[in-house]
């Protein structure tokens, strides 16, 4: 047989039936409701939302019947359904066609459907009512019933939408996206085209607007964006909500890269100058070309969106996809979503301490305590890559709790076995908003029945200079209750003195950048160190020299009267163990040296 207009009818028919995905879905109580209204609007004790497979009809709802399903052969729904027409039998045994049916043979003796049908004209099926009697049924009833089947048509769409509307923006989402992309490839394989992501801002950027203007104003500004973006696109290309500040969209074939990047900036920077959000002016946008069917829809947008992650970090805030890029950022992401994990582990964070050295007794008086991460499948992965990255996330919190937590049950077990040893532990900015934080480490003394003097906090100064107002508050509380502070990475952060004078701290400790190649010789390190001691100890402050890593720095250093130093000259951060061990040898080594004097 050969294929026919009706065979094409009926395929395109069925695939409108499974891009709905709702064959073989649970039962659902928006559907039941509707099922249960036909039934007692007929009176009759069987009804159902039946919908037409290729050789069966499937009930989405059903009021009556016990079986999901019948065969589709001389089901009077798939009639309903091909000719999207309503259908009455007042009774099967007078029916030539329907009597010898499944429904017929089991019974059946009235039947009334109507049409499910799709806006495009597809007839999914019916909605029905089955009576044992022979009956008519009223135009009122026959009324009610295509209205109830326009119910479950709504109900249908809507739960189709669903997910692929954004409800804010009211753009496509990115699974509409996703399917979007496998018909263009359908349509038009291999031809080359530009991903651009639209970037509005940062996650913590949007979050902090959120904290400091409400949720409601963070809604408005996506609305707003996203109808410029529409606008600007006009009607027959979509832009898509791909991310929570994040807009998606394909340049029209053919382009090329240079001059279509040209034309993105000027239509942003008409936007920009059109429009009332503040957001706009920090847009980053990305482009990523790729060719249609090579490329899955998630690696497209991936792809763009590390371009304009890029962005961010350039001038004009407009990048083009780089694969080295894209690696770099693929390990951060994979990092920071590793590292949630690696808080409940339990053997896979862990702290070494490294000695601090008072430079003119060569004593050891403290430790600072760093955290290590030993990550399952990359091994160890240094604090400087990945405190950078959960920083900037809600992670920060939980992270420093854990530090906190395990430095100072360690100082308490090195309390108990009479070990007088201060530990110092790192903060991060994101840890100022937390109003609760003073409180959390005062606790954890007490429980542990530490004295506030055996804790030191270092912050660092770009971290304090980047809200210094907040952090001027949190200092002055972490000073009241007795704990003390140290400005980590001092000369890097640009503080004024007039700043730094009005800190609570007692400490600074001086960046390893102006002590690596520290020399006796008066180059501009040595001045620069010199100068800066100086300057500290005019303002009170006790001065750590961190990573000395020669004899002759160190000698340097103790003759500008520098108080303590920190580096692998002395020891490199140690296990508490192993640290312990090189108190006690050194301790040795010095008692023997003095009695050799
Ligand atoms: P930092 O607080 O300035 O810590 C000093 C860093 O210098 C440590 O690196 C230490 O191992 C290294 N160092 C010490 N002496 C020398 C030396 O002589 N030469 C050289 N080249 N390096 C030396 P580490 O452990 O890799 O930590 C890097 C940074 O990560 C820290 O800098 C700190 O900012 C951050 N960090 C580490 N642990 C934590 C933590 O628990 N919380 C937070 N928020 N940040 C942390
Ligand atoms: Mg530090
Ligand atoms: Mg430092």
Redesign the pocket.
């Known amino acids: 047989m050969s294929y026919s207009v009706c065979d094409h009818r009926e395929e395109v028919r069925l695939d409108a039936l499974y891009q709905l995905s709702l064959l073989d879905t649970s039962p659902s109580e928006s559907f039941d409701r509707i099922t249960r209204m036909a039934s007692q609007i007929f009176g009759l004790p069987v009804a159902a939302v039946s919908l037409t497979d290729r050789d069966r009809q499937w009930f989405k709802s059903r009021v009556g019947i016990d079986h999901w399903s019948i065969p589709r052969d001389t089901a009077p729904c798939a009639q309903v359904a091909t000719t999207t027409q309503p259908l009455v039998i007042e009774d099967f045994q007078t029916d030539p066609y329907y009597a010898d049916s499944v429904l017929g043979r089991a019974g059946t003796r009235f039947y009334a459907g109507a049409p499910l049908v799709t806006r495009d004209g597809h007839g999914l099926g019916a909605l029905c009512v089955l009576g044992m009697e022979p009956r008519r049924a009223s135009p009122a009833e026959l009324a009610a019933l295509v209205d109830l089947a326009a119910m479950v048509m709504a109900q249908i769409e809507l739960q189709h939408a669903f997910g692929r509307i954004d409800p804010v923006s009211g753009l496509p989402t990115r699974s509409q996206f996703h399917d979007d992309l496998i018909d263009l490839a359908r349509d038009r394989p291999g031809e080359p085209r530009l991903a651009v992501v639209v970037d509005l801002a940062r996650d913590d950027q949007i979050s902090r607007i959120a904290r400091a203007m409400g949720g409601a104003r963070v809604d408005e500004m996506i609305r707003e964006s996203s109808r410029a973006l529409r606008n600007a696109l006009g009607s027959a290309r979509p832009a898509y909500h791909v991310g929570a500040a994040q807009f998606a969209f394909l340049s029209p074939p053919g382009v090329e890269h240079a001059a279509y990047q040209q034309e993105l900036r000027a239509g942003f920077a008409a936007i920009r100058a059109s429009s009332s959000v503040r957001f706009v002016t920090n847009v980053a946008i990305g482009l990523r070309p790729f060719t249609l069917g090579d490329v899955s829809a998630d690696d497209v947008l991936r792809g763009a969106a590390s371009a304009a992650q890029d962005a961010r970090s350039i001038d004009g805030a407009i990048a083009l996809y780089s694969p080295s890029n894209d690696i770099a950022h693929r390990r951060q992401y994979a990092l920071l979503r590793d590292f949630g994990a690696a808080l409940d582990a339990g053997d896979q964070l862990r702290l070494e301490y490294?000695p601090r050295i008072e430079l003119t007794t060569g004593r050891c008086i403290g430790a600072?305590?760093?955290?290590r991460w030993r990550h399952p499948r990359l091994g160890e992965v240094?604090?400087?890559e990945f405190?950078p990255i959960i920083?900037q996330t809600s992670l920060a919190r939980p992270?420093?709790q854990w530090?906190l937590d395990a430095a100072m049950s360690q100082l308490a077990d090195w309390s108990h076995k009479g070990r007088d040893i201060a530990v110092s532990?790192?903060?991060?900015a994101a840890n100022f908003s937390e109003d609760d934080l003073i409180e959390r480490i005062q606790l954890g003394l007490l429980k542990r029945g530490l004295r506030s003097d055996r804790l030191e906090i270092?912050l660092?100064e770009s971290a304090i200079m980047a809200q210094p107002d907040r952090a001027l508050a949190m200092l002055h509380e972490l000073a009241a209750a007795g704990i003390c502070l140290a400005i980590?990475?001092f000369g890097t952060g640009h503080s004024s003195l007039a700043y730094l004078q009005r800190l609570p701290a007692r400490v600074v400790k001086i960046d390893?950048a102006f002590i690596r190649n520290l020399t006796g010789a008066a180059g501009p390190d040595f001045v620069l160190v010199e100068t800066m001691i100086g300057l500290a100890h005019k303002l009170g402050f006790r001065v750590v020299a961190?990573?000395?890593?020669t004899a002759e720095a160190a000698a340097v250093l103790t003759r500008l009267g520098c108080e303590e130093a920190?580096?692998?000259?002395f020891a490199?951060?140690m296990e508490p163990a192993p640290f312990v061990q090189w108190i006690t040898d050194r301790q040795q080594q010095g008692q023997l040296s003095s009695r050799a004097a």
């Open positions: 490294q600072e305590a760093l955290l240094s604090p400087g405190i920083e992270t420093t530090v532990v790192n903060i991060s270092e660092t980590d990475d390893q961190e990573g000395i890593e920190q580096g692998f000259w490199r951060p």
